[in-house]
């Protein structure tokens, strides 16, 4: 299985960003899988960002520090899964990940067996 992220990029605070991600499984096993993002930013570990299953409907989890401003959707047909990230932060700057294959939805970035290989996002004051 492979994630392959998109989107990243140099903004402005408060500025938008749209990060996509497009899986190679099939599109059974995407949508009985947990997907999410992770981020890491320089100098410190990986935080959990948000992630969501589909139990007929979508539902997900966010951090504390990104509800409200940062959405994730999927579309189970075409294995993408993307994240809305609007009204941006300096300390949103990271790397982001996308990530899958978690039996659970968990915070804990050892609980996701796929990810992505990660792109940058820049936030500037």
């Known amino acids: 299985v492979q994630l392959q992220a998109s989107g990243g990029g140099w903004v402005q605070a408060g500025d938008s960003l749209r990060l996509s991600c497009a899986a190679s499984?099939?599109?059974?096993?995407?949508?009985?899988?947990?997907m999410g993002w992770f981020r890491q930013a320089p100098g410190k570990e990986r935080e959990f960002v948000t992630a969501?299953?589909?139990?007929?409907?979508?539902?997900?989890d966010y951090a504390d520090s990104v509800k409200g401003r940062f959405t994730i959707s999927r579309d189970n047909a075409r294995r993408a899964l993307s994240l809305q990230m609007n009204n941006l932060k300096p300390e949103d700057t990271a790397v982001y990940y996308c990530?899958?294959?978690?039996?659970?939805?968990?915070?804990?970035?050892?609980?996701?067996?796929?990810w992505g290989q990660g792109t940058l996002v820049t936030v500037s004051s």
């Open positions: 990530v899958g294959g978690g039996g659970r939805m968990s915070h804990s970035p050892s609980d996701y067996n796929y």
């Open positions: 969501t299953t589909w139990r007929g409907r979508p539902s997900a």
């Open positions: 499984m099939s599109a059974r096993t995407f949508t009985a899988s947990i």
